[in-house]
């Protein structure tokens, strides 16, 4: 078994590579050679299915429970205003920069060097998965959700996004709706009572009004935000409807199934929901994953963003080197020691994780 010392700086040179071979989402053929090389050069057997790499501990015992560790090699466009390069590998004062560094390149080596390091493994409570995953970015049908069939039952999981590695409990959902409004087409010098765009003043109101009854202690309230709106074409011309777009944030009180019900029973309009897999995830805080970290000093929150952890149905925790801050940013980075950090971290909370399970 290599020492931690020795996994973390080929972990890092594993990552300036990721940095320097462009992955956006559904174009990760690349990057996914690269994390294959490393499975390969650590004598790891692995699988592979469209851009998504996944292995399993040497000694998987399908009578064990079985813990995922998951973390994103795809990334956004870099924005307009990048000074450097985002497709080199720039190390200033302690910085690596690059795009994906960040958002979630350190999370994705970290966890794989974490893997690795507990890959042969004997006698471990849990089997081990790690899923180097596609289109995250992109919510693709060709992501970490289209792999979940080739795995066994998951009993948790550890989804590496930058939290700073403190431990995110819980994460909003996303539920975007396309709402619309009907009415009477007419001539805008007649007189008409069913204008679709009067007739959507009440709508827009009701998502502006609305307080969903539960609270969620760590994620707070559902969020409903009216986006976008279109109607029209000419100004002489009332139009036969009226279109919204709603971005409604989910809490850990509700599905995305209940959230939609209860807006179709309250509005006067069409809605129809773009997809209904982006469900907020949550574990307990009494989860003995959260307990290690606890233990370790590690806070906990609830996390606004989402993550690959919406189309997992077991209980997750959201972890990894970086700050959320920067992802998405120009001259996007991550320091050196957060990924020193990262995987001396998820070693030992998962290390203390196996020894207190009885």
């Known amino acids: ?37 490393w499975f390969t050069q650590n004598n790891i057997p692995f699988e592979r299915e469209n851009n998504n790499i996944w292995a399993f501990n040497k000694n998987f015992d399908k009578n064990k429970p079985t813990i995922l560790l998951n973390s994103h090699h795809d990334t956004v466009r870099p924005n307009k205003s990048y000074t450097k390069d985002p497709f080199k590998a720039i190390v200033e004062d302690g910085k690596l920069f690059g795009l994906g560094s960040n958002d979630a390149g350190g999370c994705l080596v970290s966890l794989i060097a974490t893997f690795t390091h507990f890959y042969t493994s004997e006698n471990l409570p849990y089997n081990i998965v ?15 959700n289209s792999v979940l069939k ?21 994460e909003k959902g996303l539920l975007v709706l396309d ?119 590690r806070t906990t929150y609830g996390s606004p963003t989402l993550s690959d952890q919406s189309v997992l149905y077991c209980k997750s925790l959201k972890l990894g080197p970086g700050d959320s801050l920067r992802s998405h940013s120009a001259d996007e980075f991550i320091y050196l020691n957060e990924i020193e950090e990262g995987i001396d971290l998820y070693i030992k909370i998962l290390g203390d994780f196996f020894k207190n399970i009885k």
């Open 1 to 37: 078994m290599k020492n931690i010392a020795t996994l973390t700086q080929e972990a890092i040179a594993l990552l300036k590579s990721l940095i320097e071979t462009p992955s956006f989402s559904s174009e990760e053929d690349q990057t996914a050679l690269l994390i294959e090389n």
């Open 130 to 144: 790690v899923v180097a995953s596609a289109e995250e970015e992109s919510s693709g049908k060709n992501g970490l």
């Open 150 to 170: 080739h795995l066994p039952e998951l009993e948790c999981a550890i989804v590496g996004e930058p939290t700073l590695m403190q431990l995110a409990v819980a």
């Open 179 to 297: 709402v619309k409004v009907n009415g009477t087409a007419s001539h805008a010098a007649h007189n008409n009572p069913d204008n679709p765009i009067y007739n959507t003043l009440p709508v827009i109101e009701w998502f502006k009004n609305y307080q969903y009854e539960k609270i969620s202690e760590v994620l707070g309230p559902v969020k409903m935000t009216v986006t976008q709106i279109n109607a029209g074409k000419q100004h002489n011309v009332v139009p036969s409807e009226c279109e919204l777009v709603v971005d409604i944030r989910v809490n850990d009180c509700y599905n995305n199934t209940e959230i939609l019900e209860t807006v179709r029973a309250s509005v006067a309009a069409e809605v129809n929901p773009r997809s209904m897999h982006l469900n907020a995830s949550s574990i307990p805080v009494s989860h003995g994953l959260v307990q290690a970290g606890i233990a370790l000093g």
